[in-house]
T-cell receptor, first 115, second 112 residues
Framework: EADIYQTPRYLVIGTGKKITLECSQT?????MYWYQQDPGMELHLIHY???????EKGDLSSESTVSRIRTEHFPLTLESARPSHTSQYLC??????????????FGPGTRLTVL | QKEVEQNSGPLSVPEGAIASLNCTYS??????FFWYRQYSGKSPELIMF????GDKEDGRFTAQLNKASQYVSLLIRDSQPSDSATYLC????????????FGTGTRLTIIP
């Protein structure tokens, strides 16, 4: 079983607040990812990182930002939360290198509600 | 055309029968293929991965890959009620950037 953690698990917050969703993994994986998923819908990649000091935007435009200062830690920040940010946020990590893409392991997710 | 397509279901299968889930993809150069199971309200859980053409078996699960036809399937033998979930197909990008593209998932219901 993969060791990847997310906090908080649930967050209800008012519009305009700054929030940081935490993601940590203890597997030493270089690659980490953030996905957004609405109920019953597909996963959308919003950010990814291939290692320390490496971050890229994903396929879905997002107003969030990420940082990767340590291998094990990949926090996601929303500077000013809006109701449109209400969603489930999933963090994942993987090892390996192209061309063979290795499995991604997911954390438990953070369900964010912005009022 | 979506990059990864799955029948959204719901797919209903009697307990003990074989459930067959299919996925097609558009990127001919894709190298890695994954099946995830996602229970309602939970995060995706890796079930199988397959890199080469043919079949790969793990317990009650068999993944089948046909790169020429650009499809990958998942068979679940002796289906159990606990197999009821949404199954996500994921395919690697051809660009070597190690991103996965997920299908929308097939909702599977095992009928006792």
């Amino acid at each position: 079983e993969a060791d990847i953690y997310q906090t908080p698990r649930y967050l209800v917050i008012g519009t305009g607040k700054k929030i940081t969703l935490e993601c940590s993994q203890t597997m030493g994986h270089d690659k980490m990812y953030w996905y957004q998923q609405d109920p019953g819908m597909e996963l959308h990649l919003i950010h990814y990182s291939y290692g320390v000091n490496s971050t890229e935007k994903g396929d879905l435009s997002s107003e969030s930002t990420v940082s990767r200062i340590r291998t094990e830690h990949f926090p996601l920040t929303l500077e000013s939360a809006r109701p449109s940010h209400t969603s489930q946020y999933l963090c994942a990590s993987s090892e390996g290198s192209a061309p063979i893409v290795r499995s991604q392991y997911f954390g438990p997710g953070t369900r964010l509600t912005v009022l | 055309q979506k990059e990864v397509e799955q029948n959204s279901g719901p797919l209903s299968v009697p307990e003990g029968a074989i459930a067959s889930l299919n996925c097609t993809y558009s990127d001919r150069g894709s190298q890695s293929f994954f099946w995830y199971r996602q229970y309602s309200g939970k995060s995706p859980e890796l079930i199988m991965f397959i890199y080469s053409n043919g079949d790969k078996e793990d317990g009650r699960f068999t993944a089948q890959l046909n790169k020429a036809s650009q499809y990958v399937s998942l068979l679940i033998r002796d289906s159990q009620p606990s197999d009821s979930a949404t199954y996500l197909c994921a395919v690697s990008s051809n660009f070597g950037n190690e991103k996965l593209t997920f299908g929308t998932g097939t909702r599977l219901t095992i009928i006792p």
